[in-house]
């Protein structure tokens, strides 16, 4: 039956079905039928376009014969939240696809007919949620679905079956709301291990049967559908029993968990790189009691160019000292991680009771600098689990200047997407997002906008509303550009910057610049509250004021005798199913061939796991005997580790790149594309997966030692030759070699008679197709002895090609002879003397190009 005219009878005007599907939802392994649409606002009622949602049904018979069959039963904005990932477990048409849509921490599992209609829904899905996440500017707030939400909770009232319980109309913000069905699984990374949590002690009396009176009813069942247990098979043991528990666990954390109130300290100062010469008690210790855990970032630390160039400086020391001999007299804290990149550093520090209850700290730092790369500006992050709430810190330092807006509005992007925590080599890495609570602070650099207004008079005359209507910051986090979601408290101090150094006096430099609140504390999160928010005007060392901020935090803290029996009530649960069954997977494939692979040209290949047993399958790659890691250096698998249950099936990217880390090893002939894959199942065997390919050598990755003996291009160099030039000791050598390698000089020469002039060179970047044609070009000979490309993608291959020599242009015996030589020309003579003949022309060759560009750029 043609399901889209009666759909589409349910739609309001300017509203457009894009695809429909009859689809069974299944809850506690029992599926009902349920219609999903996907529908979309037209173009003429948005400004940006692309808004879409999906409308899922209940139907009183099936097939549906008119659209009073259909009653709404939940609306899901397709929002930067939503995820939908479609499953197939066999190739034969009869079988049915099982896609997951996910939403926060909503999961709803669906199965669809193998059949065009179902291909072509879940692509336009997955088109529109690629559309969302490309937007820039403030999120869709929605407000269109209003009349389908309110439908919804008009339908499901007094119906205990239904998907959206109690509904709110959207608002852009709350889009997703648990009904109590156990089809909707929490999603929450950060649930501690069931069988070995450092937090539990084992050995806790239960002794209060009533402590969860009611909740073995409403917890989630562990039975599996056994209509599908093919017959004749013996019953044997589950051993993959832990990855089972934690999963139920988690499902159970609210009634195992209770929120206890941490106080956090944020402090932030730039300190434009003086020494601290005044003690910080004022600053981080003018509070009664002591805070539990203490955060202070500083920016302009040290403003020498060494700092800048070597990231190294003895005021890290000086003022970490200075923040210790300046905290709270009444508690005792220890360091848990400082970083620092170039002026930016963040200290973490808690009191010593709360040390042991702290796992998984990780840092991370961004450079949003020149090349949107170095670290005169950025952010340096921590991250860490306290108790049970994750907690991600970010210290930013972004753009300077009154009208570089948009280039703040970057770096709060960059720092936001690039921001990356690897906890360990086993687990996948989590961004800023993907955290309970972030305090997100530092000097913004954000200012007050040109106005009419006397800003020196009215800050200081303490007239700050009218001045915050003019606030940068503000501005764009009222449009949604920025720090969506975040919060930020109000602002009752004067403007931190800028001042005259050891005064209260605005700026009387020749620059003259107007008083702005550059420096914020902005925090993200449930259960978290400010207290106070104010700026320290008596450490008058620096031209901006330091910044505090005091939290009281809800922590997330495990009740050790509940948590004690949901974990006796999961076990006899998961009793019923331990003689039964193993864990069964089936791999589409156990040998993957890739595609001649290029320096710096990713290919990526698909596998896929599906759970084809009748108990849930923790899977996860393993590492090989004497191995560092479970897989090559030039091979990335996403996800490594999942959870699936009976009939799930996963599919695995399996991203192959070889870039400046591993194109020598390949060139030398030292590591091959071949590897062998372990795929391990909790309490099952082991799947071994072999993926093999050819790698194409390239210049990149080459030595100078090698390159200078070929005469020839690179691609009709015979690999015998290649690895022969590449190994310690070659056997054949050319008669007549060049001073430095061909390809070097093409991206020189090229540079040099084309670029001299160029305004932004070696800060701009190229495109990748064109490296690509100028990486051929090299490989296989330049015809005309013309590279192509605009200047700054040669500019760039320049870089690349640098970077991925094996030994650089200083090699690294000589680093450290090296840096220690920068402040004695003589000195620096002697190290250039003792580099290797070839790279003593390279970096000859590579100054004189250099001089001659800052020559002609000053004369510009």
Request: aromatic content about 8%; proline content about 5%; overall charge negative.
């Amino acid at each position: 039956m043609e399901l889209t005219p009666h759909v589409q009878e349910k739609l309001h005007s300017g509203h457009k079905l894009t695809a429909v599907v009859e689809a069974g939802l299944v809850q506690d392994f029992v599926k009902t039928t349920r219609v999903v649409a996907l529908i979309e606002l037209g173009a003429h009622e948005t400004k940006q376009g692309g808004e879409q949602a999906l409308l899922i049904f209940q139907t009183v018979r099936v097939p549906v014969h008119s659209a009073i069959d259909l009653s709404i039963e939940r609306v899901l904005p397709i929002d930067s939240a939503l995820r939908c990932e479609i499953d197939t477990s066999s190739t034969d048409v009869h079988t049915d696809v099982l896609v997951n849509i996910t939403s926060g921490k909503i999961r709803l599992l669906f199965e669809m007919p193998f059949s065009q209609r179902t291909n072509t829904f879940v692509s336009e899905v997955l088109r529109a949620a690629e559309v969302i996440s490309k937007r820039r500017g403030p999120p869709p707030e929605f407000a269109w679905l209003s009349p389908y939400q309110a439908s919804a909770s008009s339908s499901n009232q007094g119906n205990t079956n239904s998907l959206s319980g109690q509904g709110t109309p959207v608002n852009g913000q709350e889009t997703a709301y648990p009904p109590a069905t156990a089809t909707l699984v929490d999603l929450g990374d950060d649930v501690p291990n069931a069988a070995n949590s450092p937090y539990l002690d084992p050995s806790s009396d239960i002794t209060d049967n009533n402590i969860l009176q009611g909740e073995t009813e409403r917890s989630p069942e562990l039975g599996v559908n056994r209509h599908g247990i093919a017959t004749g098979i013996s019953p044997t043991p589950i051993a993959a029993r832990e990855s089972h528990i934690r999963h139920q666990m988690a499902l159970r954390e609210d009634s195992y968990t209770d929120i206890h109130d941490f106080v956090f300290f944020i402090g932030t100062w730039n300190v434009n790189g003086r020494s601290p010469i005044v003690g910080l008690a004022d600053w981080l210790a003018v509070d009664e009691d002591p805070p539990d855990v203490y955060c202070v970032g500083f920016q302009e630390l040290d403003l020498n160019t060494e700092t800048f160039l070597f990231n190294n400086t003895p005021k890290e020391h000086e003022w970490l000292n200075a923040v210790l001999n300046g905290i709270h007299p009444k508690a005792r804290y220890q360091k848990v991680r400082l970083v620092r990149l170039v002026g930016m550093m963040l200290i973490v520090l808690v009191q010593e009771k709360h040390l042991a209850y702290i796992r998984n700290v990780a840092v991370d730092t961004v450079g949003t600098g020149i090349m949107n790369k170095l670290g005169n500006k950025g952010g340096v992050s921590v991250r860490l689990d306290l108790h049970s709430t994750s907690i991600c810190i970010v210290n930013a330092h972004m753009a300077a200047h009154m009208d570089e807006l948009e280039r703040r509005n970057e770096d709060h992007d960059c720092i936001l997407q690039r921001t990356c925590f690897h906890t360990n080599i086993n687990s996948p890495p989590k961004t800023i997002k993907d955290h309970d609570h972030i305090y997100f602070f530092g000097d913004m650099n954000y200012r007050i906008n040109h106005c009419d207004l006397n800003v020196r008079e009215l800050a200081s005359s303490g007239q700050f509303k009218q001045l915050l209507e003019f606030d940068q910051l503000q501005q764009q986090k009222n449009i949604k550009r920025i720090f969506h979601k975040f919060h930020e408290g109000a602002i009752t101090f004067k403007p931190t910057f800028k001042y005259d150094v050891d005064s209260d006096e605005w700026d009387s430099s020749e620059k003259n610049r107007e008083p702005a609140w550059c420096d914020r504390i902005l925090w993200y999160g449930d259960s978290i509250k400010q207290k106070v928010y104010r700026s320290h005007p008596s450490l008058k060392i620096s031209d901006h004021k330091p910044v505090s901020a005091v939290f009281v935090a809800g922590i997330k803290v495990i009740d050790t005798r509940r948590y004690r029996r949901n974990y006796e009530e999961v076990m006899k649960k998961l009793d019923r199913l331990e003689n039964e069954f193993l864990p069964q997977v089936t791999v589409i494939t156990t040998e993957i061939i890739l595609e001649p692979v290029k320096f710096l040209q990713s290919q990526t290949k698909s596998l896929t796991i599906a759970n084809t047993g009748q108990v849930p399958v923790q899977y996860e790659f393993i590492k090989k005997l004497n191995d560092s890691s479970y897989c090559k250096p030039w091979l990335r698998i996403t996800p490594y580790s999942h959870f699936l249950m009976p009939g799930e099936k996963c599919d695995i990217n399996l991203e192959v790149l070889v870039d400046k880390r591993t194109a020598a090893h390949l060139n030398s002939g030292h590591d091959k594309l071949y590897d062998i894959l372990v795929l391990h199942l909790d309490g099952g065997k082991d799947i071994f997966i072999t993926i093999t390919g050819d790698y194409e050598r390239s210049c990149f990755g080459s030595s100078i030692n090698a390159l200078v003996h070929m005469n020839k291009p690179f691609r009709e160099v015979p690999i015998a030759r290649l690895i022969d030039l590449e190994s310690s000791q070659p056997k054949e050598l050319s008669d007549l070699p060049y001073a430095i390698p061909k390809e070097l000089w093409y991206l020189v020469d090229h540079l040099h008679s084309h670029a001299l002039q160029v305004e932004g060179l070696f800060t701009i970047s190229g495109r990748i197709k064109e490296f690509i044609d100028i990486r051929n070009c090299l490989d296989e000979g330049v015809p005309n002895d013309l590279l192509p490309g605009s200047v700054h993608s040669v500019a760039e291959a320049l870089l690349f090609f640098l970077e991925a020599l094996p030994d650089s242009v200083i090699p690294v015996a000589l680093y450290k002879e090296a840096i220690d030589a920068t402040p004695n020309f003589s000195l620096c003579k002697e190290v250039i003397a003792k580099l290797p003949v070839y790279h003593r022309n390279v970096f000859t060759y590579l100054m004189a190009f250099l001089k001659e560009l800052l020559k002609q750029s000053e004369g510009g």
